[in-house]
Nanobody
Framework: QVQLVESGGGLVQAGGSLRLSCTASGGTFSSAAMGWFRQTPGKERDFVGSISRSASTTYYHDSVKGRFTISRDNAKNTVYLQMNSLKPEDTAVYYC????????????????????WGQGTQVTVSS
């Protein structure tokens, strides 16, 4: 029943910015922890960041700290990934994920921690 839809991907030059959004339907969004992951061809799906159900806590992979910011608007059932100072190595398909029955102050860094996934949105950063 739960559906996640990502948007906002595209082509951007190195040093530029993009904002991804993920809108959820069919569940209780306010109680879910939300995560962002990314994947390149032939590679595993890697953790980018996550945000708690109350938005009181965020977690980030070291490679994006200081450049990416996760936020959420529970009234709109939407989570955002603001990406600044983009690098070519950020190129990947970005996925939104949701976990119900989520506890606070747990980062949920593994794809196995999540039940629901979006279809992904392509982000390409040129040199």
């Amino acid at each position: 029943q739960v559906q996640l839809v990502e948007s906002g991907g595209g082509l951007v030059q190195a040093g530029g910015s993009l904002r991804l959004s993920c809108t959820a339907s069919g569940g209780t969004f306010s109680s879910a922890a939300m995560g962002w992951f990314r994947q390149t061809p032939g590679k595993e799906r890697d953790f980018v960041g996550s945000i708690s159900r109350s938005a009181s806590t965020t977690y980030y992979h070291d490679s994006v700290k200081g450049r990416f910011t996760i936020s959420r608007d529970n009234a709109k059932n939407t989570v955002y990934l603001q990406m600044n100072s983009l690098k070519p190595e950020d190129t990947a398909v970005y996925y939104c994920a949701a976990r119900n029955t989520a506890y606070l102050y747990i980062p949920y860094r593994s794809p196995d921690d999540y039940t629901y996934w979006g279809q992904g949105t392509q982000v390409t950063v040129s040199s």
